[in-house]
């Protein structure tokens, strides 16, 4: 696998999932929830399931 397109696939979805929850981490007033935690939690399991589809796509081409 080229360097380029292992920086595209998982290092940079994994960045942005390591950004999204260090984001999610730092919103204060847990206790009542508000748009903004409903937004962070939406980009943070879009930034998951992208970085699992990258994975499982590795492996069945690896197979």
């Known amino acids: 696998m080229d360097k ?3 920086f595209k696939k998982f290092i940079l979805p994994g960045f942005i ?5 260090v984001n999610y981490s730092r919103l ?3 206790e009542n929830i508000r ?3 409903i937004v962070s939690l939406i980009a943070l399991g879009m930034g998951i399931g992208i970085l699992l589809k990258n994975i499982v ?3 069945q ?3």
């Open 4 to 6: 380029k397109i292992r």
């Open 17 to 21: 999932v390591v950004l999204l929850i």
């Open 28 to 30: 204060t007033g847990t």
């Open 35 to 37: 748009p903004i935690h």
């Open 57 to 59: 796509s590795y492996f």
């Open 61 to 63: 081409e690896k197979s």
